[in-house]
């Protein structure tokens, strides 16, 4: 490239006029390429999340929602919950919104235990197709089901698209081998994945809030999945390593290798990964727990507190009602997420167990306030679910990004599809262990 500039320069005022555009196309595909997989990133995060985000901002309506034959159009968006006890001063709904989490999570948590084992083996196409049409056929279940439980089937398929999604976009991130470009893709898709719970719980809450129902607000949601297969089949370019080979090899002297590893001209590339014997595979994911257990933890306690307790964090003193209570719970918790997950530019952490142990103080204080009752305002209890979104989402961002930086190109699609798992397994722990909370507290006078 050095010998083709200091030709180009060497030639006459007319031949340069001649020559001038030739290399312009070359650095201006190069940029439109890079801008093209940030957008096509950033909008697969925010599609493969937003069905998964609207079932839980949900969750409330779901299980206290009842709607009259002939009237599935003007439901009252802020039904008046069946109480679980009369004499509870919880107001709680039969079922805990646990339920919708594990719903909504469970086929998640099948998925990422299985896809490590052979999911590669899938091209990655049909795997779009089906998260697509789950996400497509998740709302509409939802929509026109007249029992928790048909609506709770809907959940599944929800689960089944943001599962399949997540495995499948992730490990894609393992095929751009620069650094600068491999930052960027998993930067913008955590960002588009924050930016889907911002907007899926806020769209939920906004057009019931108006008075739109339930089940108009999910249909007029159909058009993310097919926005997702847009992005994916026609806004995606090739992988184009971008950078200086200068800034390159810098990046790579900068690493903290996860696990001893041979010389990077050894190194395959990220198709090779299907070969990884077990023992590789095992020795890998050993050396991914020091990112997995932070993440396990941080998950299940933000999570226990999303759907364990912000049903029980109820407020008779203000003017919103129980529904709009939670649903204003679930949006500022996503507006925390969004805000951390799109950081990793200006903020980047590497022990992310300091953000394991906050998560959980948080759980420590939100429980005790459920029993006690201290907190004197929502407003209070507003600010604290917003920082429990920073933490989540900041936990969730930095994790992928250090594994990415510190894994070999022969392991990386490995590593961050197995790496999946960690906030599955911590959100099923928890939603299973809020059942027999939301019925023991719900009993209580």
Same mark, same amino acid.
Request: overall charge negative; charged content about 15%.
């Given at each position: 490239m050095g010998g083709c500039a200091g030709s180009w320069r060497r030639l006459s005022d007319s031949e340069r006029e001649v020559s001038d555009p030739e290399p312009r196309p070359i650095v201006l595909d190069r940029q439109g390429a890079h801008w093209k997989n940030?957008?096509?990133?950033?909008?697969?995060?925010?599609?493969?999340n937003f069905s998964y985000v609207v079932m839980l901002s949900a969750a409330h309506d779901i299980l206290s929602h009842k709607r009259t034959p002939g009237n599935e159009s003007h439901v009252d968006p802020d039904p008046v919950p069946t109480p679980h006890n009369n004499s509870s001063r919880f107001d709680c709904n039969s079922v805990s919104t646990a339920a919708v989490l594990l719903a909504d999570i469970l086929p998640t948590l099948v998925i990422k235990l299985l896809a490590p084992l052979g999911l590669h083996l899938l091209p990655y196409s049909p795997r779009v197709l089906v998260s697509g049409v789950c996400a497509a056929g998740s709302f509409i279940l939802v929509a026109f089901s007249h029992s928790v439980g048909t609506s709770l089937c809907g959940v599944v398929l929800a689960s089944i698209s943001s599962g399949l999604g997540e495995v499948t976009f992730l490990s894609l991130t393992a095929f751009y081998p620069s650094v600068l470009l491999l930052r960027a893709v998993i930067s913008w898709w955590s960002s588009g994945t924050g930016a889907a719970g911002l907007l899926g719980a806020l769209s939920y809450l906004g057009l019931t809030q108006i008075g739109l129902s339930p089940q108009h607000?999910?249909?007029?949601?159909?058009?993310?999945? $097919? &926005?997702? *297969?847009?992005?994916? %089949?026609? /806004?995606?370019?090739?992988?184009?390593?971008?950078?200086?080979?200068?800034?390159?090899?810098?990046?790579?002297?900068a690493r903290q290798p996860l696990m001893s590893s041979e010389a990077p001209e050894q190194q395959?590339?990220?198709?090779?990964?299907?070969?990884?014997?077990?023992?590789?595979?095992?020795?890998?994911?050993?050396?991914?727990?020091?990112?997995?257990?932070?993440?396990?933890?941080?998950?299940?306690?933000?999570?226990?507190?999303?759907?364990?307790?912000?049903?029980?964090?109820?407020?008779?003193?203000?003017?919103?009602?129980?529904?709009?209570?939670?649903?204003?719970?679930q949006m500022l918790y996503q507006a925390g997420v969004f805000a951390s997950r799109s950081s990793l530019r200006?903020?980047?952490?590497?022990?992310?167990? $300091? &953000?394991? *142990?906050?998560?959980? %103080?948080? /759980?420590?204080?939100?429980?005790?306030?459920?029993?006690?009752?201290?907190?004197?305002?929502?407003?209070?209890?507003?600010?604290?679910?917003?920082?429990?979104?920073?933490l989540g989402g900041a936990a969730y961002v930095n994790t992928f990004h250090n594994i990415a930086l510190e894994t070999s190109d022969k392991h990386r699609e490995f590593a961050m599809a197995a790496t999946c798992i960690s906030d599955t397994l911590g959100i099923s722990l928890s939603g299973l262990l809020a059942l027999p909370l939301h019925d023991f507290l719900c009993h209580l006078s």
């Open positions: 940030a957008m096509g990133f950033w909008l697969l995060g925010l599609c493969n607000t999910l249909l007029s949601m159909l058009g993310i999945p $097919a &926005l997702l *297969l847009a992005s994916y %089949f026609f /806004l995606l370019a090739s992988p184009e390593p971008q950078g200086s080979r200068g800034e390159e090899e810098a990046e790579r002297a395959s590339k990220p198709d090779s990964s299907s070969n990884l014997s077990f023992h590789e595979k095992w020795t890998v994911f050993k050396g991914l727990l020091w990112y997995i257990i932070p993440l396990v933890l941080v998950y299940f306690a933000e999570y226990f507190i999303n759907q364990g307790l912000f049903e029980l964090l109820f407020f008779r003193n203000t003017s919103l009602s129980h529904p709009q209570q939670y649903r204003w719970y200006c903020c980047r952490i590497r022990f992310t167990w $300091a &953000l394991a *142990l906050l998560q959980c %103080f948080n /759980l420590a204080f939100l429980l005790v306030d459920v029993w006690l009752s201290f907190v004197p305002n929502i407003y209070l209890i507003f600010v604290i679910i917003l920082y429990e979104g920073l």
